[in-house]
């Protein structure tokens, strides 16, 4: 199994950052892949960002040039900037993990953390 915890999350103005952390425990050794989705209240999970074992990263059109995925996902914190935020950004925001390469579907990670809440005021 692995564990999967987020933290970093918070309220702040429009035109802000803020800087996500995942932290991974567990059968770490098993992940290849490690992503940030997003769920708004009555909305979709929303793929955000994913980045593999080799550092291939790849982004949704709706953060590409906002938001940046980084990290080590074998043994350190896999890291989420998120800069010129958004009111649409406030959200719920996942960290998830899979023995996969990237993919933008939620379904094909395995393992996801508890949500961090983001919130950001106009």
């Known amino acids: 199994q692995v564990q999967l915890v987020e933290s970093g999350g918070g309220l702040v103005q429009a035109g802000g950052s803020l800087r996500l952390s995942c932290a991974a425990s567990g059968r770490t050794f098993s992940i290849y892949t490690m992503g940030w989705f997003r769920q708004a209240p009555g909305k979709e999970r929303e793929f955000l960002a994913a980045?593999?074992?080799?550092?291939?990263?790849t982004y949704a059109d709706s953060v590409k040039g906002r938001f940046t995925i980084s990290g080590d996902n074998a043994k350190n914190p896999v890291y989420l900037q998120m800069n010129s935020l958004k009111p649409e950004d406030t959200a719920v925001y996942y960290c998830?993990?899979?023995?996969?390469?990237?993919?933008?579907?939620?379904?094909?990670?395995?393992?996801w953390g508890q949500g961090t809440q983001v919130t950001v005021s106009s």
């Open positions: 980045v593999s074992r080799t550092k291939t990263s």
């Open positions: 998830a993990a899979t023995s996969s390469t990237p993919s933008s579907y939620a379904s094909d990670y395995s393992y």
